[in-house]
């Protein structure tokens, strides 16, 4: 396990239209100018993109703060920052 922590990007989550089948890549460094998602940022650090897989075409949240425990989703842990 690794002793770097991420970059908070914003304090609150991210709501995204998500299409049903269709795999996204969140940004779990911080770094990314294209958040939530990933743009090759973390490369050289041990921080890697976290794959997810919309079950259901909607809105979801997408962590902003990178402290989630459920990662890449939103769990409220921006509110303890």
Same mark, same amino acid.
């Given at each position: 396990?690794? =002793?770097?922590?991420? @970059?908070?990007? *914003?304090? !609150?989550?991210?709501?995204?239209?998500?299409?049903?089948? /269709? !795999?996204?890549?969140? $940004? !779990? %460094?911080?770094?990314? *100018?294209? *958040?939530?998602? $990933?743009? #090759?940022?973390?490369?050289?650090?041990?921080?890697? &993109?976290? /794959?997810?897989?919309? @079950? /259901?075409? #909607?809105?979801?949240?997408? $962590? #902003? %703060?990178?402290? !989630? =425990?459920? *990662? &890449?989703? %939103?769990?409220?842990?921006?509110? @303890?920052?």
């Amino acid at each position: 396990m690794s =002793d770097e922590i991420p @970059e908070i990007a *914003q304090k !609150s989550p991210y709501g995204v239209e998500v299409t049903e089948g /269709k !795999s996204y890549f969140w $940004c !779990s %460094c911080g770094k990314s *100018q294209r *958040q939530p998602f $990933c743009d #090759g940022s973390h490369k050289g650090s041990s921080f890697a &993109p976290v /794959k997810y897989t919309a @079950e /259901k075409t #909607g809105k979801v949240f997408f $962590c #902003g %703060c990178k402290n !989630s =425990d459920k *990662q &890449p989703l %939103c769990d409220g842990s921006h509110t @303890e920052l």
